[in-house]
């Protein structure tokens, strides 16, 4: 992949490209939904309503923009340690 990190990842110092990410298991889903309908239904809504973008390598969910005065003073304290 050529494409370039534009995001810095708060959480673990990574550069990443932020992911879309739901929370939550598939399997989980599935099961609500073949036992019980209903939290199958709400547990579906609540996936979707609570997608992020975050970072691929932790999970993390503060994700700032690389070349910000925010960006540029984390990865100064990172190249210290
Ligand atoms: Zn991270």
Redesign the pocket.
């Known amino acids: 992949m050529a494409l370039a990190p534009t995001h810095l990842?708060?959480?673990?110092?990574?550069q990443?490209w932020p992911k879309t990410i739901t929370p939550g298991s598939f399997l989980m889903e599935l099961l609500l939904w073949l036992l019980f309908l209903v939290p199958g239904v709400i547990y579906s809504i609540w996936r979707i309503a609570s997608r992020y973008k975050?970072?691929?390598?932790?999970?993390?969910k503060s994700?700032i923009p690389l070349g910000t005065p925010a960006a540029n003073a984390i990865m100064a304290h990172l190249e210290v340690r």
Do not use: D, M
Request: some cysteine.
């Open positions: 990842c708060t959480q673990c110092g990574s990443v975050g970072c691929p390598v932790c999970g993390g994700c």
